[in-house]
């Protein structure tokens, strides 16, 4: 994100976009926070509207971030 611009415009931005395509925007979304927690996981738009699948994406990001929580630890 850019740290300069206006955050009433980002929101307005991601709200368009969210209104165009939820399942897209909300990939997005989740993506990101994955990334502020440090995890290299991803999900794609069918994923998040995979309401059947949900169970096996969340054990396969939870893997994901042990292994970065392992990883970070074996720095130290």
Do not use: P, W
Not at 13 to 18: I, M, T, V, Y
Not at 51 to 72: F, H, P, Q, R, W
């Amino acid at each position: 994100m850019n740290s300069s611009a206006n955050l009433q415009s980002t929101i307005e931005d991601f709200l368009e976009s969210l209104s165009q395509s939820q399942e897209h925007t909300l990939a997005e979304l989740i993506n990101c926070i994955l990334r502020c927690c440090g995890c290299s996981d991803n999900v794609n738009s069918d994923q998040v509207m995979d309401y059947d699948g949900i169970v096996d994406v969340l054990e396969d990001v939870t893997e994901a971030l042990k292994n970065v929580s392992t990883s970070s630890s074996d720095l130290d």
